[in-house]
């Protein structure tokens, strides 16, 4: 430190400084560091990276991404700050432009497990799911206990019982690593369900989960005070939410659900439109939200935000700001983050020309997607998911909430798409959508799973095939578990009435 402090006139002083201060978990004092350095726009790849670091942790999406850019067209050699461009890249929806970077990295230092996984992953993004799983296996070959490759790799490899038999023995060298035992637990899950065993799978996810739900200790209480707070929130901005589009100048349309009840279909279907660009997942809105409304607290959403009233115009301006760079011309952006649906009247009150599409899916259907998926471990709201009843009384709530949005926001700009209705009247209903977001009909749109642009959703793989009925009704498959499922939504409000067969 006191050679640096020799040397406060040198900008990469600062840039040093700026490293330890981000590393220390501090990236405003980064920042501020690095405006006494030089590069830190992205025209030095140390400075821009640590910039773009710190840009991602505060919430600056949009300078991150001009950043990571500029980045991206250096000559750079380094192999960490290849990977740390790359990373910026795909954070910030960039994901094409990071594979060369990646596999310049992998080159340099082909025995690092770490970048290999960036590189894997980034290819199972763009669609190209033969490299990734090329990229998968070179993992496993540097690091034998990338458990995190083996259940990315089972979604790519046809299943085998002596993958099954690998991942049984794998499972009972990590059971007592409860975060080790969901990954190679799930995998387990996902195999045996190829394999045909549906139960089995289910036994293997409880196994998986057992050691995680124990730890997150789901809230119930706090997740009925989440929706509870969306609902009041439509009920007060429900004349704004309702109101018809002022200009013709167009607002994203956003794709809201729960997760697993087919969001990425209907952003793959509407991004197929010539006019169209998918922005992915975004959480531009609901940081901007948070910082709006004042409220305490590190969750960016919780019902203090929700219940909160900050200028809707200010917030509308400030959302198009970040996110005016993404469309690139297309006359229509979509944001397809599933819990933006507790945003929803928030977002139809700040952007007056945004369009939102609520994704409905069977309840009993939803559940088991989503206890069979494994969510992003590191946020709380997926909690649920690691326990069945809780993962019902989750979805539970989020059908209450949808029917009181489907009663007080539906016209012009809010509408439902039902999962099963787009399966079973594919082109009909994808008619309605493009109809729905003002545009004339793109054939193109049929024809979905060629659409080129990235998919980082838990759909990456799916979505590249033909429509199907395969995930209609599949919850029939899983014996008691399904009489369990119908008895827990029952009980927190949700019953199923089967329509009489027609005669």
């Not at 939410?241 to 013709?248: K, M, N």
């Not at 700040?350 to 259907?365: F, G, S, Y």
Request: overall charge neutral; some cysteine; proline content about 6%.
């Amino acid at each position: 430190m006191a050679r640096l402090l020799r040397w406060r006139d040198d900008p990469a002083a600062f840039v040093v400084l700026a490293t330890i201060a981000l590393e220390g978990g501090n990236p405003a004092k980064a920042l501020s560091l690095l405006t006494k350095a030089s590069g830190a726009d992205g025209s030095d790849a140390w400075a821009g990276s640590v910039a773009g670091r710190a840009l991602i942790l505060l919430g600056r999406q949009d300078e991150a991404r001009v950043v990571a850019a500029r980045l991206a067209q250096l000559s750079i050699h380094d192999p960490h700050l290849l990977d740390t461009v790359g990373v910026l890249l795909v954070r910030t929806g960039q994901h094409a432009p990071a594979v060369p970077l990646f596999r310049r990295a992998a080159a340099a230092d082909p025995g690092n497990g770490n970048i290999a996984y960036n590189l894997a992953t980034t290819l199972q993004f763009i669609g190209d799911l033969a490299g990734a799983a090329d990229a998968y296996r070179a993992v496993l070959a540097i690091d034998p206990e990338s458990d995190r490759s083996r259940l990315a790799l089972v979604q790519l490899e046809p299943a085998s019982p002596a993958t099954l038999d690998q991942l049984a023995a794998r499972f009972g060298t990590v059971a007592q690593n409860a975060d080790a035992a969901l990954l190679v637990g799930h995998a387990a899950a996902k195999v045996a369900e190829d394999l045909g065993d549906p139960i089995g799978a289910m036994t293997w996810l409880d196994r998986a989960k057992a050691g995680k739900a124990q730890a997150a200790r789901y809230d119930r209480t706090w997740a009925e005070a989440l929706f509870t707070a969306a609902a009041d929130s439509a009920a007060r901005f429900a004349d704004a939410a309702r109101s018809a589009t002022t200009t013709d100048a167009p607002d994203p349309l956003f794709v809201v659900g729960m997760p697993r009840s087919g969001t990425t279909l209907v952003d793959r279907i509407v991004s197929s439109h010539r006019q169209v660009v998918s922005a992915g997942e975004l959480a531009d809105f609901s940081l901007l939200l948070k910082r709006a409304s004042g409220s305490p607290g590190p969750l960016v959403l919780d019902p203090t935000t929700l219940v909160s009233d900050p200028d809707a115009t200010l917030l509308g301006t400030a959302y198009r700001k970040r996110t005016a760079g993404l469309a690139g011309g297309a006359a229509r952006l979509v944001d397809k983050m599933p819990f933006n649906l507790f945003l929803v009247p928030h977002i139809l009150r700040a952007l007056p020309n945004a369009r939102v599409v609520m994704l409905r899916r069977d309840p009993r259907d939803t559940v088991f997607a989503n206890y069979r998926q494994l969510f992003a471990t590191a946020y709380g709201y997926y909690d649920y998911a690691y326990d069945l009843e809780n993962t019902a009384h989750w979805v539970a709530q989020f059908n209450i909430l949808a029917d009181r949005f489907a009663d007080i926001l539906t016209g012009p700009r809010y509408t439902e798409v039902s999962y099963e209705a787009l399966i079973d009247a594919q082109e009909p209903e994808s008619r309605r959508l493009i109809a729905f977001c003002g545009l004339d009909w793109d054939p193109t749109c049929l024809d979905f799973h060629v659409n080129p642009q990235p998919v980082t959703t838990a759909s990456s793989v799916q979505v590249r095939a033909t429509i199907h009925r395969g995930s209609v009704g599949r919850w029939r498959r899983y014996g008691d578990h399904a009489s369990h499922v119908e008895t827990a939504l029952a009980r927190n409000g949700i019953r199923i009435v089967v329509p009489p067969k027609q005669s």
